[in-house]
């Protein structure tokens, strides 16, 4: 498993299933993932939808975002239903992820899809990424909020699997 392309990106609010109008789901994942396929991104991400009500996805491609396909570091991302208007779009804000107590401070780029919110960032840090794969808690602090996640009982490594897998089949047509 290479470690640095898995994860790194967050989004600083969530989305939820039916907010990514242009996915399609290409398979479901006994612990609550879904792997998804966006045509409006033609990328493949892990989307969770959280007992808060707030949507997660997690990639391995950061070049969904913006189109440059070279770029081989993930994303995380996350959505809420408040609808922050247009100013949000492309913002920057400053948020910490804290998984498994460790603190990432990091830059969230703030985007907007189907009336629902959010913020992403890109995982750059290879320990980021080795420390969302073994993940029990993360914690994402945000200038208006405080989203806390429990992954105990999810299999992350497996559905990053998945995502790599659909990212393939995609690419094979």
């Known amino acids: 498993m290479k470690l640095p392309t898995i994860i790194a990106g967050l989004v600083a609010g969530v989305v939820a299933t039916g907010a990514s109008a242009q996915s399609e789901i290409w398979r479901t994942m006994p612990d609550g993932f879904k792997?998804?396929?966006s045509s409006v991104t033609d990328g493949c991400f892990a989307e969770l939808v959280t007992d808060?009500?707030?949507v997660v996805h997690m990639g391995t491609e950061s070049g969904m975002f913006s189109g440059d396909r070279s770029r081989s570091s993930g994303f995380l991302a996350v959505y809420t239903p408040e609808n922050l208007g247009a100013?949000?779009?492309g913002s920057e804000s400053q948020v910490d992820v804290l998984v498994n107590g460790k603190d990432?401070?990091?830059t969230a780029i703030?985007?907007?899809?189907s009336g629902y919110s959010g913020g992403y960032v890109l995982g750059e840090r290879n320990t980021l990424a080795e420390d969302i794969l073994?993940?029990?808690?993360?914690?994402i602090?945000?200038?208006?909020?405080?989203i806390t996640i429990n992954a105990e009982s999810l299999d992350i490594p497996a559905a990053?699997?998945?995502?790599r897998a659909c990212q393939v089949a995609q690419q094979q047509g």
């Open 141 to 146: 602090m945000t200038p208006a909020n405080r």
């Open 160 to 163: 990053l699997e998945q995502v």
């Open 87 to 89: 100013d949000h779009e």
């Open 110 to 113: 703030g985007t907007n899809s």
């Open 52 to 54: 808060q009500g707030y």
């Open 134 to 139: 073994k993940m029990r808690t993360m914690t």
């Open 35 to 37: 792997i998804a396929y």
């Open 104 to 106: 990432y401070p990091m």
